[in-house]
Each structure stands twice: as structure tokens, then as C-alpha cells.
């Protein structure tokens, strides 16, 4: 079309007043297809009222007695010596209107028509229709952009509801009327065939029936108002706005040229603009209905979600609802688009979904709603990694359902939530944009952390641990927590005694002391997570006591750690103090481990008190009678005692 | 109110033929304000209406032209604000009355149709619509009889005749049967030639009070003004605009005012009206030339039927 002159059929009329008339009206006309009446009619219906600044430019549509769609612009201009019957300047309007086939087989713009038939003096060659030849759209420059501004407006334009622009006074016709140009490049050529607007119009003539119109002030109706200059990022608030303006910014590379070929007339209508945007799978004409699925059941080791706590709470199932653009949709529907659009061609313009997400995700859900949420994104599989769209939009969708969805911050019960909508098992990790999304490092409950960071990877993991040198007894406790699963408290304890012994000589002893009396030393917790590897879970407790006690172990410590007063000391703790225990003080090792599993055992009372009186009295448990005993000195920085490996 | 009726939102609506003046009138409202140093001054209730109020007033003073021609249906949201001197009785009466001041505010919901959009025949089914729609919404009317106009075409009773009818059809529900709007009927252009003349051949010019002596026409000769008026039209016709008025309308809805939007001609070094220099309105010598104001604009009568109009109407809204 570049550069092309395209052959056209201008109809045409002339507005005014003769100098003895005191009232405009229709002064002349092409004796073509298109009536006086239908002139006056469409003259009047898209006047744009006083005009105070000329010249100005109206564009406008009607149709034909055969229903013949026609393009028009009206050109309002005075002219040098003109006066009406009281003295008053004659506003003279020229209008051209052209079949919309005719022009769209060049996709003419209408600064081409201004251009073009701004150049003819009417009447003075009598009624005959002007042929004429229109230069053909010259498309989108070489790299160029549609403004944020045209993006916007065009996009309003599908709210049905007109347009106003505001503070354009000082841009020039020309500008104004290629900005309305702009606008409509960005909407399917069709649409011209329906469309109405001007470069000017009368902001107390607030009857007027023009859909797009740069005025000085609002007028007193419910339009849209720009302003020149300020392109507005805001959300319209509209679901078909909404889902066209992210789709102009990220769905199509040249969305000019496609909406150029779309040529067959189509208005404004909200039904026309639904299947507008679903030929072009910008939006669906029906809203998917959402219900509520029966609850899942919570996943084993998994404590139960509030809502299957209280089934009580549960949403009721929504009812399949009429479209209908304007209104707000809610979190469920927005989450069942969002999956319609990943699941369709180009998915990069869920921008408008994620945009609806984003206004929401500031009111907190209830349990139930979470619930709910939680089984879309399962169902829907929105936690999936195979995703077609760019990295950034993937990311701010995992932030904004994790926001919705789950609780801020996660809980260890929110983690395995996310894990069961992701598909994983407990002993799969979840996927690293998923991870990043949830941001281990920044979540408080350190079973989350590890296990999050744990996943993202061993680097990860190292430089966080070793950047916030954690407490020991924060990591005992992270490791013995009952509400792990057995793959997830594997991993914790695993990180929890690899970054004790990495600290070794650093780390507060006495407060790793107190954590392993606490909780017996972790022989129990290993015991139960590695039931078939002793010489794991040795090993484990071999580090665990090296951290704390040094290379060698005391008599005295000998009799803490076998003779723990609650918990029953395992053949794997045994064996980690065998290996740690000086030669002399195994004997004291043995009887300590002897009366530890006798006194703390299986046995009911009665056996077990038989079996203890057939030992050697509890005095007979010294160390060997060569070694003098040693005192446990905690390790303080600076005093020198240091563990070996 | 009947269940039927639509609900009115009490503005005042412009109506009269092509050329009456209409928009001239309100471009002088400001003005004619400012000049009486009254109570009250004009502001727009919103952006659109005060940059409005600001464009016909300036072209009226300072380009000394009249306004463009209306082209479509305007809305103009001004507001007639005042400090108004209040009297209220005291506590113990004996003492008297205690006297205030107080801020009033009357809404003036103008609307200004372009006066071919009273003729039906002509006028586009857009503007006819418009025109009667506004009417029918409308507390108060502006009704404009050029003398001039009805001595040349002669066509006021049709204008008026078409309009009421039209208005009525679409009102009929009225339980007694008349409009219920109130009417200011201004007799305009009374700058001009032949219609001050016609009013000192017939005796009803008297002085103004104050130092410029203005001539006018006292309220209560106004209505007999206009049927002389009428008599002299060559149609025959205009006579039954009074009475298809007063049939119309309640009649004691209606005053007549005989005003002029830009007054008489005021030599700026005399200060004094001249009964032989009074000319303000220079009409075009040929064709290719615009109407002009020679000078300042002293409006007459145009406050006068607004806050009339105004006051009436929010009276009746507070009952």
C-alpha cells in the first residue's frame, strides 16, 4: 500500500448559509446514492456544536439506501467575506463520504481524505460525484511505536463509552487528526465503517454523538478523558479494554498491519467487540463459568487446609454468570483466563489478567477462598514450569497467585499447598521459576527457607546459610519438627547437621548442647528417618557431637549423651561414641548405653527395674581407673579450644 | 408531581428564532451584572461553562462582535452567586429586626439552541428533538420576539406555534391542562431603530435613574409593548403569539421584559445617552462585512428575566 493511490467515489454536501439566511442548512449535494436527507441527518447527528478555532475535521459514517456503508469527513471552515443575515461569520462544512470498500482496499487514512478533498471548493461544478485518488496507508513506520496514549484510547474505545482528550489546544489540526488516525491504525478497519469523531468539539454541547473528540473542558456525561501528552498505564476497569490494551503492548509484533486487513464493517457494539476479540483470541465471549470443585483431600503427611477443616467455610459454587465487560470479574475467573490464555496461541497478553490479579491481590482472601483458589490453580496446572511466555510475565503471575492463593508468608503447610498445585511429590523439587517466585531466602519460617533454597540448589543454599549463621537451636528445632513430611524432614536435617559441622569451632556450643538434650540428641528423629541406614544416621550423630563436644568425648559427656534421662539412646548413637570415646572410658560407654536402653527401653516397669538391679550399682559407672576426668569447657572465640575433625 | 410526568430539572431554556439574540443575551449577562453593581455576579458551575462564560463575555467587550451562530444544542452551567442582605427576627421582638448577610447560590442551567431548530419543517429531527426535549426538562423559558425579524419574515406565530405544539403533545398528562413553566417573554433589540422608535411614537419611553438616562420601558408597559408590537406585523399573525402564550402557559407564569443585549450607544466622552447618537448595533454595509458593536455594551433587561426565572424556579423546587 505504500505510497499506492487507490481510485475512489466521494459523495459529497455543502452546510452553510447563504449571506440572506439566518439559520444553517443544507445548501447543496452530489446527486449520488446518498440523499439530501441523509445528508442532513448525518450533518446534524455528528455535529461537534460551536466551534470557536477553524478549521476543523469530523469523521463520521452512515449508510446508503441499500445499506451501503460510507466513510465520511466533514471539513468546518469559514470563508473570507462570508456573513450571514445578522452579521455573523458563515461556518461553512464540506463533507465527502466514500464507499468504506473502496477505501479500505488501501486502508486510506482520513488525514488522506482531508488531504485530498480539502482541496475542492464545492458546488461550483454542479451535482456530480467527484472521482478522485487517495494515497493508500503508508502502515507503521520501520521501528515505530503506536503512542501509549493512541494504545490507550483505542482501547477505551471498546468500552462503548465515548472519548474525550483534553489539553490538545495548542497541537495543531494536522497533529489532532493524525493522532485520531493513530487511534483508529489501531482498531480493525471495519470499525471505521461505524466510527465518529472529531478534531474539535464544543464542550457545552454535551448532546453531541461523537465517540472520540478533543474538547477544551469534560462535558457533563459519563465519557472517558485523556490527556494530551499523558499516556495513563492505569487499569481501565473494563474486561475487553483491558485484555485489547495488553494485547496491542505484548500480544501481536504488528498489530497495524493485521488490524488493516480486517475490513468488513463492524461497529461498537459490546457483542460485535466480543467476537471482534475473540477472532483476533484477544478475549472469550463467554466469562468460564466457575464452580466449586469438591475438595481435595489433603496430601499424605500433609496437615488438612483450613478449608477442609471447616468444610463450613467452603465458597459456594459460583453460577455461570452473563458476559458482561464492565463488570469486575472475580479472582476465579480471572485464574480460569488465565489458564484459557496459556493454554491458546500467543499467551503474552494474560498481561490484562495479571492486571485484574494485581488490584485484588491487596484484600486478603479468607481460608476458604484460598481453598478454592488453590484447587483452580491445581486443576489448571498454572504452577507448570513448560510455560510459552516470556520469563518477567511468568514471574509476576507465580508472585500474584501465590499472593491470592496462599498465605504471606508461607507456612510449611502453604509449602506443601504449593507443591500439591505444582504436581510435585514431596521428594521432587519444585521448579526454579516457582522458587524464585516464593523467594526462600525472604520467607520466616525456616522450614521453608531450607527446603526452598534446598531446591533452588546447593549454591543457593551454601551462600544463604552462610550469610545468616543460624542459630542451633533454631536449626534442631527446624530438623525435629513433627509436621515435616519424611523426604522434607530428611532434607532438614541433613542441611541442619551439614551446616552445624561446616561451623565447627564457631557455632554456640552450649546453646547446640541444650538443643540435643532437648530433644535427645536426634537419635529418635535419625532413627525414624533412616531406619535402614545405622551408619547414616551414626555418622550424622557422629557430626552432630563433634560440633559440640570436641574430637573426644569426656566420661562425663559419655554419661549425658547415653545416659539422656528421657530418651533412649540407639545402637547408631552408641556406635558415634564408640568412635569418639577415649579407649579407656569404653567400658563406661557400654554400661552407660546398657542401663540407657534397659532404663528407657521397651521394658514395662517391673522387668526393667528386675533387669537393673542384676547390673553393678549406678557408682560403678567412673571412667577407667587410669584417666583422670576433664571438665567440659564451652568453646568461647579466642579461648582456643577448638573441635577437630 | 403525576407518576407521568418526566422528571424536570429546573434550567432555563433559550428559545426563539434564528438571529434573536440569544446567545447575545447571555454573552451580556455577566456584563449586565457587573454593571448594575448589584448583589450578584455570574460564575460557571463547571470547566466547559466557564470557559464559555468567559469567551462570550470577552467578544462581547473586547472585540465588540456578536457571538458565532449556535450550531447545535450548548449547555451552559452558570451559577448566579450573591451576598443577599437578610432580615430575621430577634429574640426578643420588641428589639426589632436583626439584619445578615448571607452567600446564595442559584443554579443556571442555561440551555442554548440554535433557532433553526425551532422551525420544524427545516430544522434536522436531531435538533427539533433536542430543542423540545430540553424544553420539556426545563423549569423556565426564555421565549425571544424579534420585532425586527417578525417585520421582515413575518414568521413568529408559526416558530411558536410548532414548538408549543409539539411541547404540549409531549406534556398532555398536565392535570390542568397548561404548561407549568415559567415564560420570560423578551421583547429584543430595543437598541434598534424601529423598535425604539415604535416605543416612543406609542409613549412608553421613560428615563432611566442614574446618571446615564438610558431610556426604557417600564415592566408594567412591557406587555402592552408587545402587542402593539404584534398589531404592526404584516403577517396578521403575531397577535395570536400572545395568546397561544397565555393559553399555553399559565398566565400568571408569564412577564414580558423589553430588553437589549448590548444597549444604546454611549459616547465614552459625554457619559450621557444622546437621543440623536444612540446606535450600538452597526449592521453590515454589504455582504462581505460582519455585524459589529460600535461600543460598550450597557445591557438593559437581561438580568432582570434570568433572576426572575432563576428565583421562581428554585422557589418553587424548595416548596
Known amino acids: ?645 | 408531581m403525576p407518576p407521568s410526568e418526566p422528571a424536570r430539572d429546573y434550567g432555563i431554556t433559550m428559545w426563539g428564532a434564528s438571529s434573536t439574540g440569544k446567545t447575545t443575551f447571555l454573552a451580556a449577562l455577566s456584563v449586565a451584572l457587573i454593571r448594575q453593581r448589584g448583589p450578584w455576579r455570574v460564575i460557571g458551575a463547571d470547566q466547559a461553562s466557564a470557559t464559555q462564560l468567559t469567551r462570550l463575555t470577552t467578544g462581547l467587550t473586547q472585540r465588540r462582535t456578536f457571538p458565532p451562530a449556535t450550531a447545535a444544542v450548548e449547555h451552559y452551567r452558570w451559577e448566579l452567586v450573591g451576598m443577599v442582605r437578610r432580615a430575621a427576627r430577634r429574640r426578643w421582638r420588641w428589639l426589632g429586626w436583626r439584619h445578615y448577610e448571607q452567600l446564595v447560590t442559584i443554579p443556571l442551567d442555561l440551555v442554548d439552541a440554535p433557532g433553526e431548530a425551532a422551525d420544524q419543517e427545516r430544522a434536522a429531527p436531531v435538533l427539533w428533538d433536542g430543542l423540545i426535549e430540553n424544553m420539556v426538562n426545563s423549569g423556565g423559558i426564555v421565549f425571544f420576539y424579534d420585532p425586527v425579524r417578525e417585520f421582515e419574515n413575518g414568521d413568529a406565530f408559526a416558530h411558536t406555534f410548532g414548538v408549543l405544539t409539539e411541547l404540549s403533545q409531549r406534556m398532555r398528562d398536565r392535570a390542568d391542562g397548561r404548561l407549568p413553566h415559567y415564560v420570560a417573554v423578551c421583547i429584543a433589540k430595543f437598541d434598534e431603530i424601529r423598535v425604539f422608535e415604535t416605543a416612543a411614537k406609542l409613549g412608553l419611553i421613560e428615563e432611566e435613574a442614574g446618571d446615564r438616562r438610558f431610556p426604557r420601558v417600564p415592566g408594567d408597559e412591557a406587555k402592552g409593548f408587545f402587542e402593539q408590537l404584534c398589531d404592526l406585523s404584516h403577517s396578521g399573525d403575531a397577535e395570536m403569539v400572545l395568546s397561544l402564550l397565555e393559553q399555553t402557559f399559565r398566565p400568571e407564569r408569564i412577564r414580558y421584559f423589553v430588553t437589549s443585549a448590548i444597549g444604546f450607544y454611549l459616547d465614552p466622552h459625554l457619559r450621557v445617552y444622546d437621543r440623536d447618537n444612540y446606535q450600538n448595533h452597526l449592521p453590515p454595509q454589504d455582504d462581505g462585512e460582519p455585524a459589529r458593536i460600535r461600543g460598550s455594551v450597557y445591557p438593559i433587561n437581561v438580568v432582570e428575566p434570568i433572576l426572575w426565572l432563576s428565583q421562581s424556579i428554585s422557589g418553587e423546587a424548595g416548596e
Request: charged residues 20%.
Open chain 1, 1 to 645: 500500500m505504500n505510497g499506492e493511490m487507490f481510485p475512489v467515489t466521494a459523495e459529497w454536501a455543502l452546510w452553510g448559509k447563504e449571506s440572506h439566511d439566518a439559520g444553517y442548512r443544507l445548501l447543496e449535494c452530489s446527486d449520488g446514492a446518498v440523499r439530501g436527507e441523509a445528508f442532513i441527518e448525518v450533518l446534524t447527528r455528528y455535529s461537534p456544536g460551536t466551534l470557536e478555532k477553524l478549521p476543523q475535521v469530523t469523521v463520521s459514517w452512515l449508510p446508503d439506501a441499500a445499506q451501503r456503508n460510507y466513510v465520511a469527513v466533514a471539513i468546518h471552515d469559514t470563508e473570507q467575506g462570508r456573513y450571514d443575515a445578522g452579521g455573523r461569520p458563515i461556518v461553512f462544512t464540506r463533507y465527502f463520504c466514500v464507499p468504506q470498500e473502496e477505501l479500505a482496499a488501501g486502508a486510506v487514512s482520513y488525514d488522506a481524505m482531508y488531504q485530498e478533498f480539502g482541496r475542492y471548493r464545492l458546488g461550483a461544478h454542479g451535482p456530480e460525484v467527484i472521482k478522485a485518488e487517495l494515497a493508500g496507508s503508508p502502515g507503521p513506520a520501520p521501528g515505530g511505536q503506536p503512542s501509549g496514549l493512541a494504545i490507550r484510547v483505542a482501547a477505551l474505545l471498546l468500552t462503548g463509552q465515548p472519548v474525550c482528550i483534553l489539553g490538545a489546544d495548542r497541537a495543531g489540526l494536522d497533529t489532532r487528526l493524525r493522532f485520531l488516525d493513530e487511534v483508529m491504525s489501531l482498531l480493525p478497519y471495519g470499525m471505521r465503517s461505524r466510527m465518529s469523531a472529531s478534531t474539535w468539539a464544543s464542550s457545552t454541547f454535551s448532546e453531541h454523538k461523537l465517540r472520540l473528540f478533543f474538547s477544551a473542558a469534560r462535558r457533563r456525561a459519563g465519557d472517558h478523558v485523556v490527556t494530551w501528552g499523558q499516556p495513563d498505564t492505569a487499569r481501565i476497569g473494563h474486561r475487553y479494554a483491558d485484555d485489547y490494551r495488553s494485547w496491542l503492548l505484548g500480544g501481536v509484533p504488528d498489530p497495524v498491519t493485521l488490524l488493516a486487513g480486517i475490513s468488513e464493517p463492524m461497529g461498537f457494539g459490546q457483542a460485535e467487540i466480543a467476537m471482534m476479540l475473540e477472532r483476533l483470541h484477544v478475549s472469550y465471549t463467554e466469562p468460564p463459568a466457575v464452580a466449586l470443585p469438591a475438595p481435595m483431600p489433603a496430601p499424605a503427611g500433609h496437615p488438612a487446609t483450613p478449608a477442609q477443616e471447616s468444610p463450613a467455610e467452603a465458597s459456594p459454587a459460583a453460577p455461570a454468570r452473563a458476559p458482561d465487560p464492565a463488570r469486575a470479574m472475580s479472582v476465579p475467573e480471572i485464574l480460569v483466563s488465565c489458564a484459557h490464555r496459556l493454554l491458546g496461541g500467543n499467551p503474552n497478553f494474560l498481561q490484562s489478567d495479571l492486571d485484574r490479579l494485581e488490584a485484588l491481590a491487596a484484600e486478603p482472601a479468607g481460608a476458604a477462598d484460598r481453598a478454592h483458589y488453590q484447587q483452580i490453580i491445581a486443576r489448571h496446572r498454572l504452577f507448570r514450569a513448560d510455560m510459552r511466555i516470556r520469563k518477567p510475565l511468568q514471574a509476576q503471575l507465580y508472585r500474584l497467585l501465590l499472593q491470592v492463593a496462599f498465605r504471606r508468608p508461607l507456612d510449611y503447610a502453604d509449602y506443601c499447598a504449593v507443591h500439591t498445585c505444582a504436581g510435585q511429590r514431596d521428594d521432587q523439587p519444585l521448579h526454579r521459576s516457582l522458587l524464585l517466585a516464593i523467594n526462600p531466602a525472604r520467607q520466616p519460617d525456616l522450614r521453608v527457607q531450607l527446603l526452598g533454597l534446598n531446591a533452588l540448589g546447593e549454591r543457593e543454599l551454601r551462600h544463604t546459610l552462610r550469610d545468616k549463621q543460624l542459630p542451633p537451636g533454631s536449626l534442631i528445632s527446624a530438623a525435629v519438627s513433627r509436621e515435616l513430611t519424611v523426604p522434607h524432614a530428611r532434607i532438614v536435617c541433613d542441611i541442619a547437621v551439614s551446616d552445624l559441622y561446616r561451623r565447627i569451632g564457631t557455632v554456640d556450643r552450649k546453646a547446640l548442647w541444650d538443643a540435643l538434650v532437648q530433644h535427645g540428641y536426634l537419635a529418635a528423629t535419625f532413627a525414624e528417618l533412616y531406619p535402614d541406614q545405622p551408619d547414616h544416621q551414626a555418622d550424622q550423630l557422629h557430626r552432630l557431637l563433634c560440633v559440640t563436644f570436641g574430637a573426644k568425648l569426656e566420661p562425663e559427656v559419655i554419661r549425658e549423651v547415653l545416659g539422656h534421662p528421657r530418651a533412649a539412646p540407639t545402637v547408631p548413637l552408641f556406635a558415634a561414641v564408640l568412635a569418639m570415646a577415649d579407649p579407656g572410658d569404653v567400658p563406661l560407654a557400654e554400661r552407660t548405653f546398657t542401663r540407657g536402653i534397659i532404663g528407657k527401653g521397651h521394658f514395662p516397669g517391673r522387668v526393667r527395674e528386675q533387669l537393673l538391679a542384676l547390673l553393678p550399682p549406678g557408682d560403678h559407672l567412673g571412667a577407667g581407673p587410669d584417666r583422670a576426668p576433664r571438665r567440659l569447657i564451652p568453646w568461647r572465640p579466642g579461648h582456643g579450644h577448638r573441635g577437630g575433625r
